[in-house]
Protein backbone atom coordinates (compact mmCIF):
# COMPACT_ATOMS: atom_id res chain seq x y z
CA UNK A 1 0.00 0.00 0.00
CA UNK A 2 1.14 3.57 -0.72
CA UNK A 3 2.22 6.01 1.74
CA UNK A 4 -0.15 8.20 1.07
CA UNK A 5 -3.03 5.99 1.37
CA UNK A 6 -1.12 4.60 4.46
CA UNK A 7 -1.77 8.04 5.77
CA UNK A 8 -4.87 8.60 4.68
CA UNK A 9 -5.78 5.09 6.66
CA UNK A 10 -4.02 6.51 9.69
CA UNK A 11 -6.28 9.82 9.51
CA UNK A 12 -9.26 8.31 9.17
CA UNK A 13 -8.83 5.69 12.20
CA UNK A 14 -7.64 8.52 14.34
CA UNK A 15 -10.39 10.66 13.43
CA UNK A 16 -13.22 8.14 13.84
CA UNK A 17 -11.09 6.99 17.33
CA UNK A 18 -11.49 10.40 18.69
CA UNK A 19 -14.94 10.84 17.79
CA UNK A 20 -15.80 7.56 18.91
CA UNK A 21 -14.43 8.34 22.41
CA UNK A 22 -16.68 11.47 22.22
CA UNK A 23 -19.48 9.20 21.48
CA UNK A 24 -18.70 6.86 24.71
CA UNK A 25 -18.47 9.25 26.99
CA UNK A 26 -20.26 12.01 25.99
CA UNK A 27 -17.75 14.66 27.71
CA UNK A 28 -18.88 17.50 24.93
CA UNK A 29 -22.47 17.34 25.29
CA UNK A 30 -22.71 16.92 29.40
CA UNK A 31 -20.20 19.37 30.16
CA UNK A 32 -18.42 21.61 27.66
CA UNK A 33 -21.37 22.51 25.65
CA UNK A 34 -22.83 23.85 28.95
CA UNK A 35 -19.73 25.45 29.83
CA UNK A 36 -19.78 27.24 26.89
CA UNK A 37 -23.50 28.18 27.24
CA UNK A 38 -22.90 29.02 31.15
CA UNK A 39 -20.28 31.62 29.75
CA UNK A 40 -22.48 32.93 27.03
CA UNK A 41 -25.19 33.86 30.19
CA UNK A 42 -22.63 35.26 31.92
CA UNK A 43 -21.62 37.90 29.69
CA UNK A 44 -25.13 38.63 28.87
CA UNK A 45 -25.42 38.87 33.00
CA UNK A 46 -22.33 41.19 33.46
CA UNK A 47 -23.35 43.51 30.23
CA UNK A 48 -26.88 44.03 30.87
CA UNK A 49 -27.64 45.53 27.95
CA UNK A 50 -29.12 44.52 24.87
CA UNK A 51 -28.56 47.25 22.90
CA UNK A 52 -24.11 46.65 24.01
CA UNK A 53 -24.88 42.95 23.40
CA UNK A 54 -25.94 42.66 19.95
CA UNK A 55 -22.97 45.57 19.43
CA UNK A 56 -20.47 42.33 21.29
CA UNK A 57 -22.68 39.43 20.49
CA UNK A 58 -19.33 38.04 17.84
CA UNK A 59 -16.64 38.99 19.91
CA UNK A 60 -18.70 36.69 23.07
CA UNK A 61 -18.95 34.31 20.33
CA UNK A 62 -15.49 33.45 19.75
CA UNK A 63 -14.12 34.03 23.33
CA UNK A 64 -16.18 31.42 24.59
CA UNK A 65 -15.12 29.56 21.21
CA UNK A 66 -11.42 29.95 22.88
CA UNK A 67 -12.14 29.01 26.38
CA UNK A 68 -14.32 26.05 25.84
CA UNK A 69 -11.62 24.81 23.07
CA UNK A 70 -8.77 24.45 25.59
CA UNK A 71 -11.41 22.07 27.55
CA UNK A 72 -11.87 20.16 24.52
CA UNK A 73 -7.89 19.97 23.45
CA UNK A 74 -6.89 19.33 27.05
CA UNK A 75 -9.15 16.32 26.83
CA UNK A 76 -8.32 14.88 23.42
CA UNK A 77 -4.98 15.03 24.81
CA UNK A 78 -5.34 13.58 28.17
CA UNK A 79 -7.20 10.30 26.35
CA UNK A 80 -3.84 9.61 25.03
CA UNK A 81 -1.77 10.26 28.34
CA UNK A 82 -4.33 8.64 30.14
CA UNK A 83 -2.69 4.82 29.66
CA UNK A 84 0.28 5.79 27.40
CA UNK A 85 -1.91 5.64 23.99
CA UNK A 86 0.23 8.44 22.09
CA UNK A 87 3.70 6.86 23.15
CA UNK A 88 2.02 3.61 22.16
CA UNK A 89 1.52 5.06 18.41
CA UNK A 90 4.87 6.95 18.76
CA UNK A 91 6.30 3.53 19.12
CA UNK A 92 4.56 1.61 16.68
CA UNK A 93 5.96 4.00 13.91
CA UNK A 94 2.39 5.29 13.22
CA UNK A 95 3.57 8.51 10.93
CA UNK A 96 2.78 11.60 13.12
CA UNK A 97 1.63 13.57 10.06
CA UNK A 98 -1.35 11.58 10.00
CA UNK A 99 -1.99 11.26 13.63
CA UNK A 100 -2.06 14.99 13.48
CA UNK A 101 -4.46 15.20 10.69
CA UNK A 102 -6.65 13.27 12.11
CA UNK A 103 -6.77 14.55 15.92
CA UNK A 104 -7.02 17.94 14.08
CA UNK A 105 -10.27 17.20 12.26
CA UNK A 106 -12.01 15.42 15.13
CA UNK A 107 -10.91 18.39 16.64
CA UNK A 108 -12.74 20.54 14.23
CA UNK A 109 -16.20 18.80 14.15
CA UNK A 110 -16.35 18.90 18.05
CA UNK A 111 -15.24 22.93 17.82
CA UNK A 112 -17.72 23.55 14.65
CA UNK A 113 -20.96 21.46 16.89
CA UNK A 114 -19.78 23.70 19.72
CA UNK A 115 -19.80 27.21 17.17
CA UNK A 116 -23.12 26.19 16.10
CA UNK A 117 -24.23 26.32 19.57
CA UNK A 118 -23.09 29.64 20.50
CA UNK A 119 -24.08 30.93 17.41
CA UNK A 120 -27.78 29.59 18.33
CA UNK A 121 -27.01 31.29 21.82
CA UNK A 122 -26.37 34.04 20.86
CA UNK A 123 -29.32 34.62 18.09
CA UNK A 124 -31.47 33.45 20.95
CA UNK A 125 -30.00 35.41 23.98
CA UNK A 126 -28.62 38.47 22.91
CA UNK A 127 -31.17 39.18 19.53
CA UNK A 128 -28.77 38.65 17.03
CA UNK A 129 -30.67 39.35 13.62
CA UNK A 130 -28.94 38.16 10.41
CA UNK A 131 -29.89 38.21 6.44
CA UNK A 132 -29.38 35.37 4.36
CA UNK A 133 -26.26 36.17 3.07
CA UNK A 134 -24.87 37.33 6.71
CA UNK A 135 -26.41 34.01 7.48
CA UNK A 136 -23.79 31.87 4.93
CA UNK A 137 -20.72 34.28 5.39
CA UNK A 138 -21.43 33.20 9.04
CA UNK A 139 -21.43 29.67 8.25
CA UNK A 140 -18.10 30.23 6.06
CA UNK A 141 -16.53 32.44 8.92
CA UNK A 142 -17.28 29.28 11.05
CA UNK A 143 -15.59 26.70 8.81
CA UNK A 144 -12.47 28.78 8.24
CA UNK A 145 -12.29 29.70 11.96
CA UNK A 146 -12.46 25.93 12.90
CA UNK A 147 -9.65 25.05 10.35
CA UNK A 148 -7.39 27.41 12.08
CA UNK A 149 -8.37 26.41 15.74
CA UNK A 150 -8.21 22.93 14.83
CA UNK A 151 -4.72 22.76 13.46
CA UNK A 152 -3.09 25.16 16.10
CA UNK A 153 -5.16 23.32 19.08
CA UNK A 154 -4.02 20.16 18.14
CA UNK A 155 -0.61 21.34 17.63
CA UNK A 156 -0.33 23.36 20.63
CA UNK A 157 -2.01 20.57 22.28
CA UNK A 158 0.65 18.16 21.56
CA UNK A 159 3.38 20.26 22.28
CA UNK A 160 1.92 20.96 26.07
CA UNK A 161 0.61 17.28 26.03
CA UNK A 162 4.07 15.50 27.85
CA UNK A 163 5.12 18.63 29.59
CA UNK A 164 4.91 19.34 33.63
CA UNK A 165 2.07 20.90 34.06
CA UNK A 166 0.34 21.17 30.86
CA UNK A 167 -3.05 22.44 32.36
CA UNK A 168 -1.66 25.73 33.09
CA UNK A 169 1.11 25.70 29.78
CA UNK A 170 -1.51 25.12 27.15
CA UNK A 171 -3.50 28.04 27.81
CA UNK A 172 -0.33 30.16 28.08
CA UNK A 173 0.71 28.70 25.12
CA UNK A 174 -2.52 28.69 22.65
CA UNK A 175 -4.29 32.33 23.16
CA UNK A 176 -1.75 34.51 21.94
CA UNK A 177 -1.46 32.47 19.10
CA UNK A 178 -4.95 32.53 18.58
CA UNK A 179 -5.35 36.15 18.95
CA UNK A 180 -5.48 36.84 14.72
CA UNK A 181 -8.17 33.73 14.63
CA UNK A 182 -9.78 35.86 17.38
CA UNK A 183 -9.57 39.24 15.30
CA UNK A 184 -10.55 37.93 11.94
CA UNK A 185 -13.48 35.61 12.98
CA UNK A 186 -14.80 38.66 15.39
CA UNK A 187 -14.86 40.61 12.38
CA UNK A 188 -15.87 38.54 10.34
CA UNK A 189 -18.68 37.59 12.98
CA UNK A 190 -20.00 41.22 12.72
CA UNK A 191 -19.89 42.09 9.49
CA UNK A 192 -22.16 38.57 9.11
CA UNK A 193 -24.22 40.01 12.10
CA UNK A 194 -24.20 43.46 10.76
CA UNK A 195 -23.04 44.44 13.84
CA UNK A 196 -22.55 48.32 14.39
CA UNK A 197 -23.60 48.92 11.40
CA UNK A 198 -21.38 46.85 9.36
CA UNK A 199 -22.24 45.37 6.04
CA UNK A 200 -21.74 41.80 4.57
CA UNK A 201 -19.17 42.09 2.12
CA UNK A 202 -16.72 43.60 5.24
CA UNK A 203 -16.50 40.17 6.13
CA UNK A 204 -14.64 38.67 3.36
CA UNK A 205 -11.33 40.06 3.50
CA UNK A 206 -11.06 39.10 7.18
CA UNK A 207 -12.22 35.86 6.17
CA UNK A 208 -9.14 35.57 3.78
CA UNK A 209 -6.72 36.25 6.51
CA UNK A 210 -8.65 33.39 8.51
CA UNK A 211 -7.56 31.14 5.42
CA UNK A 212 -3.89 32.67 5.30
CA UNK A 213 -3.63 31.49 9.36
CA UNK A 214 -5.92 27.96 8.45
CA UNK A 215 -3.65 27.13 5.67
CA UNK A 216 -0.30 27.60 7.47
CA UNK A 217 -1.13 25.87 10.91
CA UNK A 218 -2.35 23.19 9.03
CA UNK A 219 1.11 23.03 7.16
CA UNK A 220 2.91 23.79 10.54
CA UNK A 221 1.34 20.95 12.33
CA UNK A 222 1.67 18.47 9.51
CA UNK A 223 5.49 18.81 9.56
CA UNK A 224 6.24 19.87 13.09
CA UNK A 225 3.92 17.55 15.07
CA UNK A 226 6.06 14.43 15.44
CA UNK A 227 8.85 15.80 16.12
CA UNK A 228 7.46 18.25 19.04
CA UNK A 229 5.42 15.13 20.68
CA UNK A 230 8.92 13.36 19.88
CA UNK A 231 10.76 15.92 22.21
CA UNK B 1 20.44 -17.95 12.34
CA UNK B 2 20.55 -14.24 11.40
CA UNK B 3 21.56 -11.79 14.55
CA UNK B 4 18.23 -9.60 14.92
CA UNK B 5 19.84 -6.84 17.82
CA UNK B 6 23.18 -6.11 17.59
CA UNK B 7 24.77 -3.31 20.04
CA UNK B 8 28.26 -2.80 20.68
CA UNK B 9 29.54 -0.37 23.15
CA UNK B 10 26.32 1.69 23.03
CA UNK B 11 25.56 4.62 25.54
CA UNK B 12 22.14 6.45 26.25
CA UNK B 13 21.55 9.23 27.76
CA UNK B 14 18.42 10.27 30.06
CA UNK B 15 18.60 13.91 30.74
CA UNK B 16 21.83 14.40 32.40
CA UNK B 17 22.07 10.81 33.91
CA UNK B 18 23.57 7.67 31.57
CA UNK B 19 21.03 5.05 31.16
CA UNK B 20 23.09 2.68 29.47
CA UNK B 21 27.09 2.76 30.04
CA UNK B 22 28.80 1.03 26.89
CA UNK B 23 26.42 -1.98 26.46
CA UNK B 24 27.26 -5.03 24.29
CA UNK B 25 24.80 -7.20 23.14
CA UNK B 26 23.67 -9.26 20.35
CA UNK B 27 20.73 -11.51 19.99
CA UNK B 28 19.74 -13.81 17.46
CA UNK B 29 16.19 -14.42 15.36
CA UNK B 30 14.08 -16.80 17.11
CA UNK B 31 15.53 -16.36 20.95
CA UNK B 32 13.75 -15.75 24.48
CA UNK B 33 16.32 -13.36 25.79
CA UNK B 34 15.70 -12.59 29.67
CA UNK B 35 17.07 -9.40 30.77
CA UNK B 36 17.71 -9.08 34.84
CA UNK B 37 19.18 -7.06 36.75
CA UNK B 38 17.95 -4.44 39.72
CA UNK B 39 15.97 -1.45 39.43
CA UNK B 40 17.33 1.29 37.73
CA UNK B 41 20.09 -0.90 36.20
CA UNK B 42 18.98 0.24 32.45
CA UNK B 43 16.46 -2.04 31.37
CA UNK B 44 14.04 -0.43 30.50
CA UNK B 45 16.37 2.14 28.87
CA UNK B 46 17.47 -0.85 26.91
CA UNK B 47 14.47 -2.05 25.57
CA UNK B 48 13.56 1.67 24.18
CA UNK B 49 17.02 1.87 22.56
CA UNK B 50 16.24 -1.28 20.59
CA UNK B 51 12.75 0.45 19.98
CA UNK B 52 14.52 3.20 18.32
CA UNK B 53 12.51 5.89 20.97
CA UNK B 54 15.88 6.20 23.05
CA UNK B 55 18.94 7.76 21.01
CA UNK B 56 22.18 6.42 21.37
CA UNK B 57 24.90 8.93 22.15
CA UNK B 58 28.21 6.63 21.68
CA UNK B 59 28.77 3.68 20.19
CA UNK B 60 26.71 1.38 17.06
CA UNK B 61 23.84 -0.66 17.21
CA UNK B 62 21.54 -2.07 14.48
CA UNK B 63 18.10 -3.47 15.03
CA UNK B 64 17.24 -5.69 12.18
CA UNK B 65 19.91 -4.53 10.43
CA UNK B 66 18.58 -0.97 10.40
CA UNK B 67 21.42 1.69 11.73
CA UNK B 68 20.31 3.09 15.65
CA UNK B 69 22.32 6.10 15.13
CA UNK B 70 20.72 7.29 11.61
CA UNK B 71 17.55 5.71 11.08
CA UNK B 72 16.45 4.38 14.45
CA UNK B 73 12.51 5.94 13.24
CA UNK B 74 12.57 3.38 10.58
CA UNK B 75 12.74 0.45 13.29
CA UNK B 76 9.47 1.36 14.90
CA UNK B 77 7.17 -0.27 12.81
CA UNK B 78 8.69 -3.46 12.58
CA UNK B 79 8.88 -4.00 16.59
CA UNK B 80 6.43 -3.83 19.49
CA UNK B 81 7.43 -2.42 22.63
CA UNK B 82 5.05 -2.71 25.31
CA UNK B 83 6.14 -1.09 28.35
CA UNK B 84 4.80 -0.52 31.54
CA UNK B 85 1.53 1.34 30.50
CA UNK B 86 -0.83 -0.63 28.01
CA UNK B 87 -1.20 2.02 25.41
CA UNK B 88 -5.56 1.48 25.50
CA UNK B 89 -7.83 3.99 25.07
CA UNK B 90 -9.85 3.82 28.22
CA UNK B 91 -13.19 5.87 26.68
CA UNK B 92 -13.09 2.69 24.24
CA UNK B 93 -14.61 -0.58 24.32
CA UNK B 94 -11.70 -3.48 23.93
CA UNK B 95 -12.93 -4.13 20.33
CA UNK B 96 -13.03 -0.86 19.50
CA UNK B 97 -9.43 -0.24 20.90
CA UNK B 98 -8.52 -4.00 18.68
CA UNK B 99 -10.04 -2.34 15.68
CA UNK B 100 -8.19 1.22 16.08
CA UNK B 101 -5.27 -0.87 16.04
CA UNK B 102 -5.99 -2.87 13.12
CA UNK B 103 -7.22 0.21 11.04
CA UNK B 104 -3.41 2.10 11.51
CA UNK B 105 -1.88 -1.45 9.90
CA UNK B 106 -4.15 -2.64 7.75
CA UNK B 107 -4.69 -5.73 9.67
CA UNK B 108 -7.92 -7.48 8.58
CA UNK B 109 -11.15 -8.82 10.81
CA UNK B 110 -9.91 -12.43 10.94
CA UNK B 111 -6.47 -11.46 12.44
CA UNK B 112 -8.38 -9.00 14.63
CA UNK B 113 -10.51 -12.28 16.03
CA UNK B 114 -7.92 -14.53 16.14
CA UNK B 115 -5.75 -12.33 18.13
CA UNK B 116 -8.67 -11.53 20.80
CA UNK B 117 -9.24 -14.95 20.59
CA UNK B 118 -5.65 -15.83 21.71
CA UNK B 119 -5.63 -13.80 24.39
CA UNK B 120 -9.06 -14.28 25.82
CA UNK B 121 -10.91 -10.91 25.27
CA UNK B 122 -13.28 -12.14 23.04
CA UNK B 123 -16.59 -12.69 24.02
CA UNK B 124 -18.71 -10.37 25.73
CA UNK B 125 -15.29 -8.84 26.97
CA UNK B 126 -14.89 -7.10 23.87
CA UNK B 127 -18.04 -4.94 24.54
CA UNK B 128 -16.71 -3.80 27.80
CA UNK B 129 -14.70 -0.38 27.96
CA UNK B 130 -11.09 -0.41 28.73
CA UNK B 131 -11.60 1.46 31.91
CA UNK B 132 -13.69 -1.31 33.53
CA UNK B 133 -10.92 -3.77 32.65
CA UNK B 134 -8.95 -5.81 35.46
CA UNK B 135 -4.92 -4.77 35.26
CA UNK B 136 -4.75 -8.68 33.84
CA UNK B 137 -7.05 -8.08 31.16
CA UNK B 138 -5.86 -4.60 30.34
CA UNK B 139 -2.62 -6.56 29.63
CA UNK B 140 -3.92 -8.78 27.23
CA UNK B 141 -5.82 -6.28 25.53
CA UNK B 142 -2.33 -4.68 25.16
CA UNK B 143 -0.80 -7.76 24.34
CA UNK B 144 -3.40 -8.40 21.25
CA UNK B 145 -3.04 -5.42 20.05
CA UNK B 146 0.80 -6.19 19.79
CA UNK B 147 0.06 -9.39 17.30
CA UNK B 148 -2.53 -7.52 15.42
CA UNK B 149 0.42 -5.18 14.42
CA UNK B 150 2.87 -8.28 13.46
CA UNK B 151 5.96 -6.87 15.35
CA UNK B 152 9.28 -9.37 14.40
CA UNK B 153 10.75 -8.55 17.69
CA UNK B 154 8.82 -8.35 20.67
CA UNK B 155 10.43 -5.95 23.20
CA UNK B 156 8.57 -6.35 26.79
CA UNK B 157 8.85 -4.78 30.15
CA UNK B 158 7.19 -6.55 32.55
CA UNK B 159 4.90 -8.03 30.69
CA UNK B 160 3.55 -10.90 33.79
CA UNK B 161 2.82 -7.80 35.59
CA UNK B 162 -1.20 -7.67 36.83
CA UNK B 163 -2.10 -11.63 34.68
CA UNK B 164 -3.31 -14.47 36.85
CA UNK B 165 -1.52 -17.70 36.53
CA UNK B 166 -3.94 -18.64 33.56
CA UNK B 167 -3.01 -15.85 32.09
CA UNK B 168 0.58 -15.82 32.71
CA UNK B 169 0.31 -19.33 30.90
CA UNK B 170 -1.13 -18.26 28.13
CA UNK B 171 1.40 -15.69 27.58
CA UNK B 172 4.30 -17.51 27.90
CA UNK B 173 2.47 -20.22 25.63
CA UNK B 174 1.79 -17.22 23.03
CA UNK B 175 5.77 -16.03 23.27
CA UNK B 176 6.63 -19.43 22.69
CA UNK B 177 4.34 -19.36 19.58
CA UNK B 178 5.55 -15.97 18.41
CA UNK B 179 9.08 -17.29 18.49
CA UNK B 180 7.97 -20.32 16.39
CA UNK B 181 6.27 -18.40 13.86
CA UNK B 182 9.68 -16.52 13.45
CA UNK B 183 9.60 -13.80 16.14
CA UNK B 184 12.55 -12.64 18.85
CA UNK B 185 11.09 -11.93 21.82
CA UNK B 186 13.58 -9.74 24.37
CA UNK B 187 11.87 -9.31 27.81
CA UNK B 188 12.75 -7.93 31.52
CA UNK B 189 10.81 -9.15 34.38
CA UNK B 190 11.51 -9.45 38.08
CA UNK B 191 9.27 -12.64 37.87
CA UNK B 192 12.34 -14.79 38.14
CA UNK B 193 11.56 -18.14 37.60
CA UNK B 194 8.92 -17.92 35.60
CA UNK B 195 10.97 -16.01 33.49
CA UNK B 196 13.82 -18.34 33.55
CA UNK B 197 11.38 -21.03 32.41
CA UNK B 198 10.70 -19.29 29.31
CA UNK B 199 13.59 -17.88 28.58
CA UNK B 200 16.45 -19.33 26.13
CA UNK B 201 19.12 -17.03 27.35
CA UNK B 202 19.50 -14.92 30.27
CA UNK B 203 21.21 -11.45 30.18
CA UNK B 204 21.97 -9.51 33.29
CA UNK B 205 22.15 -5.78 33.32
CA UNK B 206 24.02 -3.63 36.22
CA UNK B 207 25.24 -0.09 35.88
CA UNK B 208 23.69 0.13 32.58
CA UNK B 209 26.35 -2.28 31.47
CA UNK B 210 25.66 -6.00 29.81
CA UNK B 211 27.14 -9.34 31.01
Not at chain 1, 52 to 81: D, H, K, N, Y
Not at chain 1, 109 to 124: C, N, S
Request: charged share 15%; net charge neutral; glycine share 10%.
Amino acid sequence: MSSAASKRRVTIAVARKDLTIEWNSRILVNQVAPFAAIVMVLFAFALDNDGILQRVAPGLVWLATLFSMLVVIQRSFTVESADGALDALRVAGIDMGAIFAGKAIALMVQLFVLELLLVATAVVLYGVEMTLAGFCEAIVTLLVATVGLGSVGTLYGGLAAGARGRETLLPLLLLPVVAPVLIGATRATEAAFGSGGTTVSEGWPWIGLLLVFAVLFCAVGTVAFGPLVDE
Amino acid sequence: MDTVIELSGVVAVLGQFPALAGIDLAVQRGEIVLLQGPNGAGKTSLLRVCAGLLPIERGTGHVLGIDLATNREAIRSRVGLLGHANGLYLDLTVMQNMQFWASTVGATKSEVDSAMATMRIDGRLARVKASQLSAGQRRRCALASLIVRRAEIWLLDEPHAGLDAAGRDELDALLRSAVSSGATVVLASHERDRALGLATRTVTIDGGGAS
